[in-house]
C-alpha cells in the first residue's frame, strides 16, 4: 500500500485530519483538486472559529495549509474519480494517477447548488457568480442581486455592500434562515432591498447580466429587476459521487460517532458529511477525530459500528 490513510480533499476537515495523521506516523496523503485551504478561502470574514476573532477567508486557507505543511504530508493536486475496495484497503483513482491506501478519510465538502434556470449556465462567470469575494469587486457601484437567505448569502451580502451600490436580496420565503447576527447586520445595511417570497425564474443578458426575472411565489406575480449580477447562494451539494458508502437522501455520507462510514475504513469528515451543522470548526474537528480513529483502526483498537 502507498499510504496508510489517504485524505480526499485539503479543506479546515482534511488538512485537521493530515495534521493528527501525520502526528501520529501515518504515511498520508491529502489529495485537493481546487484549492488547498478548502472553499473557505473565498470567504470574506470568518468570525467564528474560536481563536481567530477575525480573520479574512484567504488568511485562514493560508494558516491552516502551513500547519498541515508543517508534518509533510503528500499534499497531490489532482480530482478524485474512485475510491474503490481492493485486498488490504482501498485503491484511489485520480485524474493524474492511481494510489492506493488501507484507510480513506472523505473530506471532500460541498460545491455550491445551481438555481437551475435559463441563463444561469449560459452567463456564468460574465455576471452569474457563487463568489463574491472574487467577482464582487467588478461590479463596484453597480446594483446586484444575491439569492439565498442562509449564512453565505447574508455573510457575503455584507462583504457586496460596501462595493456595490444596491443589493436586491431575493429570498424564497419571508423568513431569513441565517444566524441572527447576520440577520441584524445585513438587515441594518443601508442599501439592501429584500424580494421576499420570490424565485429566480431567468437571468438575463446577452453577453453579460443585465437582469433577474423573479416570480413572487404567493402571487404568481413576475417582475424584471434591472442588476449587473448575480450572487447565487442556495445551498450547497456534497461532493460524494465517487465513493460508495451509505449517504443520505441529498448525498451526504453518513458515518458512527467515530466518523466511520458503512464501509471499514472509510471514514468522512466536514461538509460532505451527514450532520446538524457545516462549520469550518465542526470540520476541523471532525476531520481530527476521523484521523485519530483512521489510527485506532490500523491499530486494531478500533471496533467498527454497525449503525453508520
Ligand atoms: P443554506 O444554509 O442551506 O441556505 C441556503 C439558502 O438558499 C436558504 O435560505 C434556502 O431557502 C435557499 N434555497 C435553497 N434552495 C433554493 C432554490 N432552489 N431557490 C432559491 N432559494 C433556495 O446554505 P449556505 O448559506 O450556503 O450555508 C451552507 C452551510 O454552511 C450551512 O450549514 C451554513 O450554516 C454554513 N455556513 C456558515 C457560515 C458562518 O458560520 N458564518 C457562513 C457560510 C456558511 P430556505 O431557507 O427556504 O430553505
Redesign the pocket.
Known sequence: MDYDVIIVGGGPAGLSASVYARRANLRTAVIEKLTFGGIITT?DLIE?YLGFPAISGADFGKAIQEHAMKYEPDMIQAEVKRVSQIEGGFSVETDSGTYTSKTVIVASGAAP?K?NVPGEAELFGRGVSTCATCDGPFFAKKDVAV???????L?EGIYLSRLVNKIYLI???DQL?A?PI?QQRFTGLPNVEFVWNS?VTRIEGEKRVTGVLVKNVKTGEERKIDVSAVFV????VPQTDFVDVKKDDHGYIITDENMQSSVPGIFAAGDCRHSL???AIISAGEGALAAIAAQMLLEKRLIPQQNA
Not at 447562494?233 to 450547497?236: D, H, N, P, R, S
Open positions: 470567504t467564528n447548488r438555481l439569492v439565498g437567505g442562509g449564512d453565505s448569502a455573510s429570498h424564497r420565503r434562515r444566524e447576520l424565485v447562494y442556495v445551498g450547497e451543522s457545516k462549520q
